[in-house]
């Protein structure tokens, strides 16, 4: 079984730009996450799509957002990009309960892409 | 809010030491799930075990070996008879399942060398 593929791998941008980066889970894979990881914060939780709605969103600011297709593909976009959005974002995908269902699945990442804002 | 503690930044020992990776969580939450991924140079986070509230049981897996233990809110890593190739960095996490949503809290890792 393939696991989760992002691309681009490598990306730079220039202060002010917008950026499109695309994620797609294991086959059978519902819910997709996305995390930042910055050497200064760590890895921080950016939101969680499941069946094309967004089910949690951590505490970024409104230019980054993301959406989820019918096949479970994802993208995350980042409008006005800023210095401090150079990092690495990793996209997990796991079997994800629907909502209001009890459980915690195992989360599966890709390799990340690389952005780097000059 | 929950929270993930790895007070080792750096770890570094020669091959064939024995080493444990420390991990201390908070949560109010009496039902979560608490995992161990590692991070190699190549950037991509390995799975490598999950285990959930209610599952005391230590667990070993070949060389890996993991001590849960939910009177000191500790879920500790050991790894025995260390690798160069166990050489990457370490993260801890914990699950935010509120409501099914699939989130984790990370602790900020510990980066851990094996000398030849």
């Known amino acids: 079984k393939a696991g989760v593929t992002q691309t681009p791998r490598y990306l730079i941008k220039t202060r002010g730009q917008q950026v499109t980066l695309s994620c797609s889970p294991i086959?059978?894979?519902?819910?997709v996450s996305w995390y930042q990881q910055t050497p200064g914060q760590g890895l921080q939780f950016l939101f969680e799509?499941?069946?094309?709605?967004?089910?949690n969103k951590g505490n970024f600011p409104g230019r980054f957002s993301g959406r989820q297709f019918s096949n479970s593909r994802s993208e995350m976009n980042v409008s006005t990009l800023e210095l401090g959005d150079s990092a690495l974002y990793l996209c997990?995908?796991?079997?994800?309960?629907?909502?209001?269902?009890?459980?915690?699945?195992?989360?599966?990442f890709g390799p990340g892409t690389r952005l780097l804002v000059l | 809010a929950q929270k993930v503690t790895q007070a080792q930044t750096e770890i570094s020992v020669v091959e064939k030491e024995d080493v444990t990776l420390d991990c201390v969580y908070e949560t109010r939450d009496t039902t979560y799930y608490l995992f161990w991924y590692k991070q190699p140079p190549s950037g991509e986070l390995v799975f490598l075990i999950r285990?959930?509230?209610?599952?005391?049981q230590n667990e070993i897996s070949g060389r890996y070996s993991w001590n849960f233990q939910k009177s000191t809110s500790s879920f500790n890593f050991t790894i025995t008879a260390s690798q160069v190739v166990d050489s990457a960095v370490y993260f801890c996490a914990l699950s935010d399942n509120y409501q099914g949503a699939q989130k984790l809290v990370f602790g900020q890792g510990t980066r851990l060398t094996i000398n030849p």
């Open positions: 799509y499941f069946s094309e709605t967004q089910r």
């Open positions: 285990r959930n509230s209610f599952d005391e």
């Open positions: 086959s059978g894979h519902r819910s």
């Open positions: 997990a995908s796991s079997l994800a309960f629907s909502s209001g269902s009890w459980g915690t699945q195992t989360q599966y």
